[in-house]
Nanobody, 122 residues
């Protein structure tokens, strides 16, 4: 079994910063892609940023230049540092991790965090 635990959300003023964390634990053999998604009220879940096992990252146009995704492979943790936050960044943020576990060495299963609320408000 694998568990993902997110932390770091909260209330922040426009222009402020937050750092989200998502730590994976359990029967992990290896971790492939890690990513952050978000879902605002009344909207579909959207991709914010991804990072490969080799460290290559990609970002949604809406967050480019303001957000940095990173990972610590030794800690099985992915981070999302968000700067210059805007009202429209308000959403529940979910981490996504593709993990190879001891149950099946040939396949990476999808795992999702429980979500953490980010509210940008003055």
């Amino acid at each position: 079994q694998v568990q993902l635990v997110e932390s770091g959300g909260g209330l922040v003023q426009p222009g402020g910063s937050l750092r989200l964390s998502c730590a994976a634990s359990g029967s992990i053999v290896s971790i492939n892609t890690m990513a952050w998604y978000r879902q605002a009220p009344g909207k579909q879940r959207e991709l914010v940023a991804t990072i490969t096992s080799g460290g290559r990252s990609n970002y949604a146009d809406s967050v480019k230049g303001r957000v940095t995704i990173s990972r610590d492979n030794a800690k099985n943790t992915v981070y999302l540092k968000m700067n210059s936050l805007k009202l429209e960044d308000t959403a529940v943020y979910y981490c996504y991790v593709a993990i190879v576990t001891t149950q099946n060495y040939a396949y990476a299963y999808d795992y999702w965090g429980q979500g953490t609320q980010v509210t940008v408000s003055s």
